[in-house]
């Protein structure tokens, strides 16, 4: 009896020094930022917008203000500059010979330093068809020929079979 009352003693003691203390405050600022495409798979000049969203706090536990935070996109060389939180930026996809990858890149410049995200934006080159040469479409399947007197010699064999096992019984 004695060994259960101590080691109920000793259970409500830890859970008082588990959940009686506080956690601390977080004592280093934090941010994240994000940023999204409507579009991640475009056409020789279709047009696709990115959006960037940037949340943070300081050492203060202070929300840092959006109005401050200064946006860069950047993609296929063309660069265009934000402020806010959240921002847009549209951007018009090159004329390309072959399908490649363009990599968008978004940086957010806040008073807790940069926050960079990217993307990688796939524009589709045309598309080329060649014309089947010779004659109708290519042959996916054999000689149908030999295909068809296999079958037959099968179909025949199959048939002498049944016949010759019905004259047995």
């Not at 959006?51 to 063309?78: E, L, R, S």
């Not at 030999?146 to 010699?153: I, R, S, T």
Request: glycine share 10%.
């Amino acid at each position: 009896m004695k060994k259960l009352a101590v080691l109920c003693i000793a259970a409500l003691g830890a859970a008082l020094l588990v959940f009686g203390t506080s956690s601390p405050a977080s004592a280093y600022p934090e941010q994240t930022c994000t940023v999204e495409v409507d579009h991640q798979v475009v056409k020789p000049g279709q047009q696709f917008t990115a959006t960037g969203t940037f949340t943070g706090v300081d050492a203060q536990n202070h929300a840092i203000n959006p109005a401050t935070v200064h946006w860069t996109f950047t993609w296929d060389n063309v660069t265009k500059t934000r402020t806010g939180s959240p921002v847009t930026a549209t951007f018009t996809a090159p004329q390309v010979k072959k399908t490649r990858d363009i990599l968008l890149t978004g940086k957010a410049t806040s008073a807790l330093g940069d926050c960079v995200r990217t993307l990688n934006i796939t524009v589709i080159g045309p598309k080329k068809v060649s014309p089947p040469t010779g004659h109708g479409l290519p042959n996916t399947g054999g000689p149908a020929f030999w295909l068809l007197v296999a079958g037959l010699v099968l179909l025949v064999g199959g048939g002498g079979a049944v016949v010759s096992a019905r004259r047995r019984s």
